[in-house]
Structures are given as structure tokens and as C-alpha cells.
T-cell receptor, first 111, second 114 residues
Framework: KQEVTQIPAALSVPEGENLVLNCSFT??????LQWFRQDPGKGLTSLLL?????REQTSGRLNASLDKSSGRSTLYIAASQPGDSATYLC??????????FGAGTTVTVRA | DVKVTQSSRYLVKRTGEKVFLECVQD?????MFWYRQDPGLGLRLIYF???????EKGDIPEGYSVSREKKERFSLILESASTNQTSMYLC?????????????FGDGTRLSIL
């Protein structure tokens, strides 16, 4: 059974600092690794999807890397802003469309 | 943009009631999913469907059933609600095609069973 872990559970940084969020998974036989953002009381918003054959994906200030062999993905957010404050979740997709989620990292960006 | 709409944001029901949670997506997605999200436990998959009238159990199907009569609509049913089913319920959908299709989520239904 796929186990997904996110460390740290919470992170507080001053505005302008770069953010590094870590995600690890136990089974390297994944189809993709997805990163989501969740605001309090809301659903999840898809940020980036990295296919198993890819090493990274970029969207604006966001960059996500994937190392299947070591079971790790990292989300980088450059020049953080207070609007980046949210919970970030990673999820690994297995071969039957199922996503296994980590518990999330709650980010606070201080103005 | 993909729109996944859950019929209620907040719902309060009583123990033993039959509860229906509705989800509709407007992008002709084949796959639809129901999750529950609890503090400390994260998101857990209850059921999913990869086609009309098809359903597959997720990790925690006990006490729940689902219905998918039309492609755009996926309903979660609590047969006899219990207090341990108080939770945030999230619906999601995605296109078929392995390896490159993100899941799109609704805003969730916060369900309280009294």
C-alpha cells in the first residue's frame, strides 16, 4: 500500500523567502505525482502534475521535481507572498487512477 | 475551466438518517471520486467510478454506497448515518488516460451527524 509523507507539517516564513516543501512515497511504481493547494474550508486546487517519465514541472513561481528512484518530490515556491499561505498536499497516483495523499504542509507567509 | 459542484457546503443530519451527497461535473470526465478528509488522517478514498454505472471501492467504503446513473453526476449515499461519519466530504473528477490527468475537486461538503 502506498504511503505518502510530507515534512514539515507546518512552515512559517517571512515574505520574499523561497519555500521548499518535501514529499516522499514508498512505492516507486507511480503514474504521476500531483501537488495541490487547499485554502481553509475549501476544496483542493491542482497546482502541478509530474508524469512518472518527467523530472520536473514548472508553473510561474512554482517548480516541482520528481525522483522516482528515491521516492521523493519537492515543491519549490519562489519569492513567497502572503497569498501563498495555505496547506499544500502531494499525492501519488497508482495504476488504477487512485491517489494516495500526504497529510499536507501548512504554510504561513508573514508580511 | 473544469467545474465540480457539490450540492451543499454544510449539512446537518441525525443518526440513522439516509443521507445523499451530490456531485456534478461539467467537463465530460469519465472518472469521478469521493473522499473524506479528517484532521490527522488526511484524505481517504471512499469510492470511485470510471464510467457510468461502474463503481470501485476505495480504502474506506464501509457504511457508504454510490450511484452513477449519468456521466456528469456521482452521488454518495450514507445508508444509515452515524456520528463517526461527521467529516468533510470532497468530490473530484478527471479525464481517462493514465499518467497525465489531474483530479479536479469541488469545494467540499461539511457534514455533521448529530
Amino acid at each position: 500500500k502506498q504511503e505518502v509523507t510530507q515534512i514539515p507539517a507546518a512552515l512559517s516564513v517571512p515574505e520574499g523567502e523561497n519555500l521548499v516543501l518535501n514529499c516522499s512515497f514508498t512505492d516507486s511504481a507511480i503514474y504521476n505525482l500531483q501537488w495541490f493547494r487547499q485554502d481553509p474550508g475549501k476544496g483542493l486546487t491542482s497546482l502541478l502534475l509530474i508524469q512518472s517519465s518527467q523530472r520536473e514541472q514548472t508553473s510561474g513561481r512554482l517548480n516541482a521535481s520528481l525522483d522516482k528512484s528515491s521516492g521523493r518530490s519537492t515543491l519549490y515556491i519562489a519569492a513567497s507572498q502572503p497569498g501563498d499561505s495555505a496547506t499544500y498536499l502531494c499525492a501519488a497516483e497508482s495504476n488504477d487512477y487512485k491517489l494516495s495523499f500526504g497529510a499536507g504542509t501548512t504554510v504561513t507567509v508573514r508580511a | 475551466d473544469v467545474k465540480v459542484t457539490q450540492s451543499s457546503r454544510y449539512l446537518v443530519k441525525r443518526t440513522g438518517e439516509k443521507v445523499f451527497l451530490e456531485c456534478v461535473q461539467d467537463m465530460d470526465h469519465e472518472n469521478m471520486f469521493w473522499y473524506r478528509q479528517d484532521p490527522g488522517l488526511g484524505l481517504r478514498l471512499i469510492y470511485f467510478s470510471y464510467d457510468v454505472k461502474m463503481k470501485e471501492k476505495g480504502d474506506i467504503p464501509e457504511g457508504y454506497s454510490v450511484s452513477r446513473e449519468k456521466k456528469e453526476r456521482f452521488s454518495l449515499i450514507l445508508e444509515s448515518a452515524s456520528t463517526n461519519q461527521t467529516s468533510m466530504y470532497l468530490c473530484a473528477s478527471s479525464l481517462s488516460g493514465k499518467g497525465n490527468q489531474p483530479q479536479h475537486f469541488g469545494d467540499g461538503t461539511r457534514l455533521s451527524i448529530l
